[in-house]
Every structure is written in C-alpha cells, then in structure tokens.
C-alpha cells in the first residue's frame, strides 16, 4: 500500500500563485509516477499534471504554461506550481500514484484532496 499526504491549497485570488504537494509513503518502491487530478462540483475528475520519476510528464491543455509540475526523487514529494491562476481553476485537487510506461500514466492510489478555491 502506498500512503499519499497532500499539504498546501487553500484561497487564492485570481492570477496569484499557489502550490501543492504530495508526499508517498508506505510501498513507494511499487511506484514510479505521481500525479494531480482536480474535480469541480457538478464536473468529471480531470487529470492536471503527472510526472515520471525519470522526469516525463503530462499536462492537461488548460493548465499548460500556467502550472508546473516537480518532483523530489529523495522525498517521494511531487509539488505542483500553480500560477496565473483562473477562477475555473477552483476544485479539489487529489494527488493520485501509480505507474508510468508504454500505456503512459496509471493510477492506483489516491490522496484524500485539498481544497483549491479562486477568488476573483
């Protein structure tokens, strides 16, 4: 089993700045990628960002240029820069983990999600 404790989030305004983080636990050797989903209320969980621990990532079309996505190799943490952010930025944000190869990213943990609000 793999123990996802996300940290940060909270209330922003519109255009600032926020970062989260993700830190794994547990059996983390069974996992090589993390990632950020996000679902608004009334919408579809949506993928945000993923990284590879070899450093491959994935952004969803909305976030690209505005979000970063990092990770800490060492500390099993992947941090997700938030920039520029839009009111239709507002979700909980889940940290998800799994693997990354041919099929691309797979996620079979999930964090419980953090609370992202944008104030205009």
């Known amino acids: 089993q793999v123990q996802l404790v996300e940290s940060g989030g909270g209330l922003v305004q519109a255009g600032g700045s926020l970062s989260v983080s993700c830190a794994a636990s547990?059996?983390?050797?069974?996992?090589?990628?993390i990632g950020w989903y996000r679902q608004a209320p009334g919408k579809q969980r949506e993928l945000v960002a993923a990284i590879s621990s070899g450093g491959s990532t994935n952004y969803a079309d909305s976030v690209k240029d505005r979000f970063t996505i990092s990770r800490d190799n060492a500390k099993n943490t992947v941090y997700l820069q938030m920039n520029s952010r839009k009111p239709e930025d507002a979700a909980v944000y889940y940290c998800?983990?799994?693997?990354?190869?041919?099929?691309?990213?797979?996620?079979?943990?999930w964090g419980q999600g953090t609370q992202v609000t944008v104030s205009s």
């Open positions: 547990g059996s983390s050797f069974s996992i090589n990628a």
């Open positions: 998800a983990a799994g693997l990354y190869g041919s099929n691309g990213f797979q996620f079979k943990y």
